[in-house]
């Protein structure tokens, strides 16, 4: 049984830049969701994807989107980025919308400069 | 809204002593609580959740609505216990696995 894969682990980017993260979701598992934990602070939800939709959002703004593919796996886009915006982003899956229950992967630390 | 609070950024305590994490919620339903914890170069994970009711690894948690308090609790802290804590609130379905974080808190367990 494979855990919850992220790529990459690092990344620097600059100001107004876009960013694409990945994330593969557990074997068994079809519902994924992406958190931003900034330094010294507990995860924040971003959003939920469920049988390919967006199936719950959290506070942030709509350059933040996703896309979860037939296999599960997932991506986390960031459009003009902001200095605020560096954080350790954190993909969990489970093995349906509902269950509470989360793994997470070793998540992808951006540095927005 | 949801929010959950974690008022000790740290705690420190000696190998052998006694352990209470705190974790208060607001939530206006019925939510249910979670503990996860993230050990040195590891993944953050479940550690426990209130509707299991059961121990793990010496801790247990009981969830108190009249004080809306999720406290964590061990009577014998040992070194293997340092990590970071953190307590989580999951409310309404339609909102998906959207868990409400603490800060967290991080135990040192002194030898």
């Known amino acids: 049984e494979t855990g919850v894969t992220q790529s990459p682990t690092h990344l620097i980017k600059t100001r107004g830049q876009q960013v694409t993260l990945r994330c593969s979701s557990q074997s068994g598992h079809n519902t994924v969701s992406w958190y931003q934990q900034a330094l010294g602070q507990g995860p924040q939800f971003i959003f939920q994807y469920y049988r390919e939709e967006e199936n719950g959002r959290g506070n942030f703004p709509p350059r933040f989107s996703g896309l979860q593919f037939p296999n599960y796996s997932s991506e986390l886009n960031v459009n003009a980025l902001e200095l605020d915006d560096s954080a350790l982003y954190l993909c969990?899956?489970?093995?349906?919308?509902?269950?509470?229950?989360?793994?997470f992967g070793a998540g992808s630390r951006l540095t927005v400069l | 809204a949801q929010r959950v609070t974690q008022p000790e950024k740290l705690l420190s305590v000696f190998k052998g002593a006694p352990v209470e994490l705190k974790c208060n919620y607001s939530?206006?339903?019925?939510?249910?609580l979670f503990w996860y914890v993230q050990y040195s170069r590891q993944r953050l994970q479940l550690l426990l959740r209130h509707i299991s009711r059961e121990s793990i690894k010496g801790f247990t948690a009981d969830l108190n609505k009249g004080e809306t308090s999720f406290h964590l609790k061990k009577p014998f802290a040992q070194e293997e216990d340092s990590a970071m804590y953190y307590c989580?609130?999951?409310?309404?379905?339609?909102?998906?696995?959207?868990?409400?974080f603490g800060g967290g808190t991080r135990l040192m367990v002194k030898p």
């Open positions: 989580a609130l999951s409310g309404t379905p339609r909102a998906g696995n959207m868990l409400t």
């Open positions: 969990a899956s489970s093995p349906q919308s509902g269950a509470n229950v989360l793994t």
């Open positions: 939530y206006s339903g019925s939510p249910e």
